[in-house]
């Protein structure tokens, strides 16, 4: 039987378990790379391991999360990750030097590897062919300490693409045609194989658009084949070594095939509040419009930026948006001014910000009450831009750049010729921004900086036979991180402070949780479907930890998030029966008895005390994660091996 691409980079890095769909498997992993909002913590956790060297071929370390710095916190987490960083043997890529998918797609990627960050859009890299995943914190810590990365093998699907984008189209209208085909839900357990003959048409810029945004289907990541484009884009990167060709076999088999004709696609847009809200441009086209974002992980390229830069050229953007453009990376910045397009950007009104996430995760630019923002990002989840009653909408940048100059939400095929661009064929490489480690010899006397704003991990207990606890909070369906632990830029600043941050949990929901939850003593959550989507960031389990969560039961988990969980010793629970969600209420009393017994046979009971009745649940998991439930998360779990 023939290998996808997937199977193919999974066999070669397999540690333990057999390729069969479904059943845990563990990977060798050749790089990391980590983001400052989850890297405090991540590299909290990696010290706690005691490894003296990290073991991986490549570690990164990226600061591009919060670089406002409005306060000492920030400034102490990222001098705290440098000195790590340079002890461990770990690279440390500079606040400025650009968005850590971006600038490790351009600088470190590699076709055939393997990579998890601690970042949900971490399969940004499978635009070249490289099987990178999301993970929390603290199974990239276990990773840099050379343990394996572990995952239930998953679902192949392959995305059939044929014919070619039509003018005015992009990668981000591909995105949202499988989100809209998909949902958010829709790629739950699933790696997605990009191929076709229309995948030749595509760019490695506009590949990683679309692994990028696999993440909003819930994917465990989006691959790509490593084939000539992938060549040349490594080649102007100047560092043509580096490629390998990958492509999958004749009769390799999938779980869904899903046919894209690129030549049919319009103009989309996906409207408040999920990514997979999607209609047509020309739909809702009128619409007025006060802001406009260009920039994050998804389409911060040299590509992107030429396009909006050549769309904008010689025109001025409508008196009444304000548009912001933050390119991925330094790389990116540099070519812009090299080549005068950042002029044509500028005058056309334009804000620059940093190179780094920014708006995308609510650090500044928050749109007016009750605005509209278009965004080329990937999330648009309730509250997310830091204003709760915004609408934003989530667009390509061509379809931004018409709707900064008309004010409205515009089709961009009315605004006539599709303006051409062309891409180097040698980037302007400078890596003088990413700081080298101490060599081996010299590391014992580099010293790790902590300063105050960094506080020690929650205290994790082993497994008891028994959870007595409230049901302090039920929430719906399609819960995100952002929901359970939101970020922005007056929460950011405490990713590393887990007291202080617990005061935010799921204040978009319910503001009085946390007051509640440490009232209530042990807490039991209740969710819908999808529970956890989004985000990696661990926080949305150790804050729950910290606060006395002791067990989420919710209709279904994504999958970062329940791993999330498992790691932190907090049981996600599955509604054996779905309807009986409807039957809990928030205040009941709960009880789970016989745990260990329970975990053993992959079923348990939830007693409702005060209705009086009893709810069967699933918690079918795999030897290793109930060892983990049983030392109270990974990091007991670790020290005991
Ligand atoms: C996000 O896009 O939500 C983030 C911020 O990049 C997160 C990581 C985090 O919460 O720090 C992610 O996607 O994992
Ligand atoms: Fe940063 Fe936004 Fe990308 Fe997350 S999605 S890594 S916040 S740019």
């Given at each position: 039987m023939g290998l996808t691409i997937a199977e193919k980079i999974i066999q070669r890095h397999l540690?333990?378990?057999?390729?069969?769909?479904g059943s845990e498997i563990a990977l060798r992993i050749d790089q990391t790379l980590t983001q400052d909002a989850t890297g405090t913590m991540a590299y909290i956790e990696f010290e706690a391991i005691?490894?003296?060297?990290?073991?991986?071929?490549l570690s990164v370390a990226y600061i591009d999360h919060n670089t406002l710095q409005s306060g000492f916190e920030n400034a102490d987490d990222h001098i705290y990750i440098q000195s790590v960083a340079k002890k461990y043997g770990i690279r440390f890529s500079r606040p400025g030097n650009g968005i850590c998918h971006q600038v490790h797609l351009e600088r470190f990627g590699k076709p055939g590897k393997t990579l998890i960050g601690s970042d949900s859009h971490t399969p940004t890299c499978g635009g070249i062919g490289m099987l990178a995943m999301g993970a929390g914190g603290m199974d990239v810590a276990v990773a840099m300490g050379g343990g394996a990365y572990y995952i239930t093998m998953p679902k192949m699907y392959k995305v059939n693409l044929t014919g070619r984008l039509s003018p005015w189209v992009s990668a981000k209208d591909v995105s949202l045609e499988i989100l809209r085909i998909l949902s958010v839900k829709g790629g739950v357990g699933a790696i997605i194989e990009w191929g076709g003959e229309?995948?030749?048409?595509?760019?490695v810029p506009e590949r990683a658009t679309i692994t990028n945004m696999g993440t909003e289907l819930g994917a465990t990541t989006s691959i790509f084949p490593s084939d000539e484009v992938t060549r040349e884009f490594l080649a102007a990167q100047g560092r043509e070594e580096d490629f390998t060709p990958l492509e999958s076999d004749p009769d390799a088999v999938y779980d869904r095939v899903i046919d894209i004709d690129l030549s049919t696609l319009e103009p989309l847009i996906a409207c408040p509040?999920?990514?997979?809200?999607v209609k047509r441009v020309s739909e809702i086209a009128g619409t007025k419009v006060d802001q406009v974002c260009i920039g994050s992980c998804t389409n911060s390229s040299l590509r992107d930026m030429l396009r909006v830069a050549a769309i904008l050229k010689g025109k001025k953007i409508a008196d009444s948006v304000s548009l912001s453009i933050s390119p991925g990376s330094k790389q990116v910045l540099t070519a812009l001014a090299d080549c005068g397009a950042l002029t044509d950007i500028l005058s056309a009104g334009a804000r620059l910000l940093e190179c780094a996430c920014g708006p995308c995760i609510g650090m500044g630019f928050s749109p007016n009450s009750g605005g509209v923002s278009l965004r080329t990002f990937n999330r648009n989840f309730e509250g997310r831009s830091g204003t709760s009653d915004a609408g934003v909408y989530l667009v390509s940048p061509e379809v931004a750049a018409a709707a900064a100059l008309t004010g409205k939400i515009t089709d961009p095929r009315t605004l006539g010729e599709y303006p051409k661009i062309s891409l180097p064929s040698e980037y302007r490489v400078d890596d003088s921004a990413v700081i080298m480690p101490a060599s081996a010899a010299d590391a014992e006397r580099v010293p790790v900086i902590k300063g105050p704003n960094i506080k020690s991990f929650p205290e994790t207990a082993p497994l008891p036979d028994e959870i007595e606890a409230s049901l302090t909070l039920k929430v719906g369906d399609n819960i995100t991180t952002d929901h359970i632990m939101p970020a922005g830029a007056k929460i950011l600043p405490y990713r590393s402070n887990i007291p202080h941050l617990s005061k935010f949990c799921f204040a978009v929901c319910d503001e009085t949780f946390p007051e509640r939850a440490k009232a209530a003593g042990k807490t039991v959550i209740v969710g819908g479907a999808?529970?956890?989507?989004?985000?990696?960031?661990e926080h949305a389990a150790l804050v729950p930890l910290y606060l006395g969560v002791k067990a989420v039961v919710a209709k279904s988990f994504a999958r970062i998030h329940a791993a999330n969980l498992i790691n932190a010793g907090i049981i996600p629970f599955t509604f054996a029966?779905?309807?009986?969600?409807?039957r809990l209420d928030e205040g009941d009393a709960l009880k789970i008895e016989n745990l260990h017994a329970s975990l053993e046979n992959g079923a348990a009971t939830l007693v409702d005390v005060t209705k009086g009745i009893s709810v069967p649940l699933v918690c079918t998991f795999t030897e290793r994660q109930r060892k983990m439930l049983f030392a109270g998360g990974l990091l007991p779990y670790t020290k005991e091996q």
């Open positions: 540690v333990s378990g057999e390729m069969i769909r005691g490894v003296p060297r990290v073991k991986t071929e229309g995948v030749k048409t595509l760019s509040h999920s990514p997979d809200n999808n529970y956890g989507q989004g985000s990696s960031r029966d779905g309807d009986d969600y409807d």
